[in-house]
């Protein structure tokens, strides 16, 4: 039998089942044997001991209701889940893919126990073919009838479930690849508004960047600043070539951001009064690219 679930897999899909619904063990338990179409069904002892694992982990909680334990997920497990949404959408796809092994494995065992069994009654025919037919040869082809009948059936729920865990497969794919798509669209959109604000906004951030690398003019001098602001606005950061990925582009202008009033803080020293001046700085920015990419206090 193929594995049903990899490594680490089945935590994930506890996590996606408490986050429908708080649920006991025992549903729990219930619900994946219903996901598989009755073709698997995980013991106690793989469900609970992970379940209480999770709850270590700080990612479920429980509450005794009626004498059981009923499993919530917590913020820190949805937190998790919404981070391996990618990797829950491959697992739902491994699942159908499961059950169409399984339905396989199934149909072919019953086919060759209908084999063997047709060929024992052949052995037995052979056998006793100069005998007068008797009770037991009745009762042997009774059970031959019986056999390819149960057969029959096997084979034909196997291949509605593996059609059914064909079309469901292919719809989840068709909706996974429509949310990446979505998703990829919501990205460039949102880049590129920011990309386009944040050429806007440069001058907080050279401002910002001349009072540590450049000096920092005194508190109410604000042609010096505003002359400063505009002089490196057009050169800071001219080095780095755009990419074509607006998100990326923005990271790399932050991280050269840091680490130059990083290494400039470092080489010359900082005062508590340089600090307090930063922070004012800072504020500023933090309000203005607040406002660009709309968030809130």
Same mark, same amino acid.
């Given at each position: ?8 897999? *089945?935590?994930?899909?506890? $996590? ?22 009755? $073709? ?76 063997? *069994? ?150 010359? =020293? ?19 690219? =607040? ?7």
């Amino acid at each position: 039998m193929p594995p049903v679930f990899a490594h680490g897999r *089945l935590r994930l899909y506890l $996590l996606k089942l408490l986050d429908e619904a708080p649920r006991h063990g025992y549903e729990v338990i219930r619900l994946l044997e219903e996901r598989f179409q009755g $073709l698997y069904a995980p013991s106690a002892g793989t469900v609970y001991p992970r379940l209480a694992k999770l709850e270590a982990e700080g990612l479920v909680t429980h509450a005794t209701e009626g004498g059981r334990k009923v499993y919530s997920i917590t913020d820190a497990g949805r937190a998790e889940l919404a981070d391996r949404g990618g990797e829950l959408a491959d697992l739902e796809l491994e699942i159908r893919d499961s059950v169409t092994e399984l339905a396989a494995e199934i149909r072919d065992d019953v086919r060759g126990a209908a084999g063997d *069994l047709r060929r024992e009654m052949r052995a037995a025919a052979s056998a006793s073919a100069t005998r007068v037919e008797d009770e037991s040869w009745k009762a042997a082809k009774e059970d031959l009838r019986k056999a390819r009948q149960e057969w029959k059936e096997q084979a034909r729920r196997a291949k509605d479930e593996s059609r059914r865990a064909r079309e469901e497969a292919q719809q989840a794919r068709r909706q996974a690849k429509e949310a990446q798509e979505r998703a990829r669209e919501e990205v460039q959109r949102i880049a590129g508004q920011l990309q386009e604000q944040f050429a806007k906004s440069g001058g907080v951030l050279g401002s910002l960047a001349g009072a540590w690398l450049g000096g920092a003019p005194a508190a109410g001098s604000a042609d010096a600043s505003a002359a400063a602001e505009a002089g490196r606005s057009s050169e800071w950061a001219a080095d780095l070539t755009a990419t074509g990925d607006p998100a990326r582009d923005l990271d790399r202008l932050l991280d050269r951001f840091r680490d130059e009033v990083r290494d400039a803080a470092r080489d010359r =020293g900082v005062t508590s009064a340089q600090v307090a001046e930063a922070r004012r700085h800072l504020e500023a920015a933090r309000g203005r690219l =607040g406002t660009t990419f709309g968030v809130t206090s």
